[in-house]
């Protein structure tokens, strides 16, 4: 496959306030081909959250290396995005305005980044709400928001970190299916960092599962299911339960439970 993401042998430590060293990656080696969507799942700590900013260029790997179209990626690049949990929104702003932001960095001229957020806007279904203020959303429209503004830039790859983490069951499985038609409608690449075993299956084309901290590759699993899925397919249940027990296993190796 032609990877348009290659992490190879990335290690990452950090050290605590009380001068600990915490081994948060080791050595984790993927690759991600054009158009993937990519669910990385793994026990809470074991540096799912490390790898991804580790991607997006906001965090410096110790060892190993991370390439976009085999190109070094050692600090931001515009071609790729990122979706945070937390509404990272800005509150003074509109709707509108917010997704703007991004475009305001890249220098576009003011009828453009409107006209380009109005796109964005209309592609997750908030072209109402333009000039509404955050505080005016639920939490659901304001992560619309937040994907409309990373995606105003046209990154080639979308990075994800537990984008409907904050959200209501009903709401977060409405926002799974929004995020399906964007992803076919835009082609890009998405890697999604999620707690939910779930959602993974739900969204993912491969489900990478990780290892308690240091976090390593343990498994990359081919999903191989069509869209829509369909939960009560027994083959969805019996892949749900199989990531299950490999994250139960790794809990309990660690010795955390
Ligand atoms: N800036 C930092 N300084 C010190 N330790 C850090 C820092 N960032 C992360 N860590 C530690 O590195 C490890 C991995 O953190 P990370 O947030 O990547 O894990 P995660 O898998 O995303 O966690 P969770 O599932 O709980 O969101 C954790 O033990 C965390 O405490």
Known sequence: MNHIV?????????????????????????????????????????????????????????????????????RPHRDVG?????YSVLPWRTVRDNVCLGLEFLEEKKAARI????????????????EAFPYELSGGMRQRVAIARALATDPQVLLMDEPFGALDAHTRILMQK?????????????ILVTHSV????????????MTSRPGRIREVIDVGLGHPRDRSNPEYARLTARILDMLEEEVVAAGEF
């Open 198 to 209: 779930d959602e993974a299956v739900y969204l993912a084309d491969r489900i990478v599962v």
């Open 115 to 130: 006209e380009l957020a109005m796109h964005y806007l209309g592609l997750v279904g908030m072209t109402r709400f333009a």
């Open 178 to 190: 929004e995020l399906l038609r964007i992803w076919r409608e835009t082609r890009k690449t998405v």
């Open 82 to 86: 990122m979706v945070f949990q937390e």
């Open 6 to 74: 290659h992490i190879d042998e990335v290690s990452k430590s950090f050290v605590t306030e009380r001068g600990l060293a915490v081994a948060a990656l080791e050595k984790a080696s993927l690759g991600i081909g054009r158009g993937e969507f990519v669910c990385i799942v793994g026990p809470s700590g074991c540096g799912k959250s490390t790898l991804l900013r580790i991607i997006s260029g906001l965090e410096r790997a110790d060892g190993g290396q991370t390439t976009y179209n085999d190109r070094p990626l050692d």
